[in-house]
C-alpha cells in the first residue's frame, strides 16, 4: 500500500462532467485538485453523438469529453485512473484508498461519481452503445429521424422517451416485459396515447440484438406479426440507473427515497468538507444531462474552494504529522 502524504486541498472523484469540471474550477481557484476513477468520462462518453451541447451543432461525446479533460491537464491537474474503494474522515482531513491500495489525503472531497444504468444484460449491448444502442432518449433522439426505434422499458422514463422519439422516429415501439406501465406520470401517458406513431408491447422482452457492426434489429421472446425478429435502427433502453452511493454510505451522506446524494444548490452536503455534483445527487431532480453535471460541478468546486480557505490548513498540520510517525 503506497500513502500519498502530502495533502490536496481537494479530491475529486469520477472522471465525468462534473468531475472535470470541477477539477477545471479548482484548479483556476489555485487549489491543488486531483481527480480519481478508472471509468474515463462517464455517461457523456458513450452517448454517441450529443446535439444539444452549447457550442457545438453536434459532437461526440467521447470527443466532448476528451476536451473537458485536455482542459484539466492545461492546468496540470492529476489524473488517477484508479477506483476510489473507501473514504473516511480523519481529524481534518478526507483520506481515501483505491483500488490499487493507493492511499491519498486531501481537506476535501468532491463525489461525481454518477449512476451506473441498469442493463438487459444481452450480448453487444455494451459493444454497440452509441452504434444504434442508446440509454438516453433526450441526447439521442433527434439521430433517429425518419427511423424505426424500440424502448425498453415500461415507467415514466420510458413513456417520456417514446413520446420524444415519436417527433422524430417514424415508428416507436415500447417493449415491456410486464402486462401494463408502471408508473407513468398521467400527462406523460396522455401524451403517449395521443402519438399515431407509437405502439405498446406488453408482455414482451427483447431476448438478443442482432446486427453486423451495430444493431439492426432485436429477437423477441413473442411473436409480433407473425415474427419474433424486429427491425431496429436503434434501441433505447430505459430501465432505470442507480446512483453510486458506496462512498457516500462510507461518509455518513444523507440520501433520499432515490438514493441520491442530498445536497443544496451549492452542492454541499450536511458533512463539513464533503460536496456532491452531477447525477449521483438531487441537484437537477430528473434532468440529468451533461450541462447539468457541469455546473454543478463547477458550483461544488466554489463550495469546496470557500471551505479550504477556512479549514484546508488543518488537514495540512494533520497530514505532516502523519507523515513524521
Not at 491537474?77 to 491519498?104: F, K, L
Not at 430505459?238 to 445536497?263: C, F, S, T, Y
Request: proline content about 3%; hydrophobic content about 40%.
Amino acid at each position: 500500500m503506497a500513502n500519498h502524504q502530502e495533502p490536496f486541498d481537494v479530491l475529486i472523484v469520477g472522471q465525468g462532467a462534473s468531475g472535470y469540471t470541477a477539477a477545471l474550477y479548482a484548479a483556476r481557484y489555485q487549489m491543488r485538485p486531483v481527480i480519481f476513477g478508472a471509468i474515463f468520462g462517464g455517461e457523456t462518453a458513450t452517448g454517441g453523438l450529443i446535439e444539444n451541447y452549447p457550442g457545438y451543432l453536434e459532437i461526440d461525446g467521447f470527443d466532448l469529453m476528451l476536451k473537458f479533460r485536455e482542459q484539466a491537464e492545461k492546468y496540470e491537474v492529476p489524473i488517477i485512473s484508479e477506483d476510489v474503494v473507501s473514504a473516511v474522515q480523519r481529524d481534518d482531513c478526507i483520506e481515501v484508498t483505491t483500488n490499487e491500495g493507493n492511499v491519498y489525503t486531501g481537506a476535501s472531497i468532491i463525489l461525481a461519481v454518477g449512476r451506473e444504468r441498469r442493463k438487459l444484460g444481452l450480448e453487444h449491448e455494451d459493444e454497440w452503445t452509441g452504434r444504434g444502442v442508446s440509454y438516453c432518449s433526450t441526447c439521442d433522439a433527434p439521430m433517429h429521424r425518419g427511423n424505426a426505434v424500440g424502448v425498453v422499458g415500461g415507467g415514466d422514463a420510458a413513456v417520456k422517451g417514446a413520446v420524444l422519439l415519436s417527433k422524430y422516429a417514424d415508428k416507436v415501439y415500447i417493449i415491456y416485459r410486464r402486462d401494463r406501465f408502471t408508473r407513468p406520470e398521467a400527462a406523460n401517458l396522455r401524451q403517449l396515447e395521443a402519438r399515431p406513431n407509437v405502439e405498446t408491447l406488453f408482455s414482451t422482452t427483447v431476448v438478443e440484438l442482432t446486427g453486423e457492426n451495430g444493431l439492426s434489429g432485436v429477437v423477441l421472446d413473442r411473436p409480433y406479426e407473425g415474427s419474433a425478429e424486429l427491425a431496429l435502427d436503434g434501441i433505447f433502453i430505459e430501465i432505470g440507473a442507480d446512483p453510486r452511493v458506496g462512498l457516500a454510505r462510507q461518509l455518513g451522506l444523507e440520501l433520499n427515497g432515490l438514493d441520491e446524494i442530498v445536497v443544496d444548490q451549492f452542492g454541499k452536503t450536511r458533512v463539513p468538507g464533503v460536496f456532491a455534483a452531477g447525477d449521483v445527487t438531487n441537484a437537477s431532480g430528473e434532468l440529468k444531462q451533461t450541462i447539468t453535471a457541469a455546473a454543478q460541478g463547477a458550483a461544488a468546486a466554489t463550495s469546496a474552494y470557500e471551505y479550504v480557505s477556512v479549514h484546508g490548513n488543518r488537514c495540512a498540520v494533520h497530514a505532516i504529522g502523519f507523515e513524521a510517525a
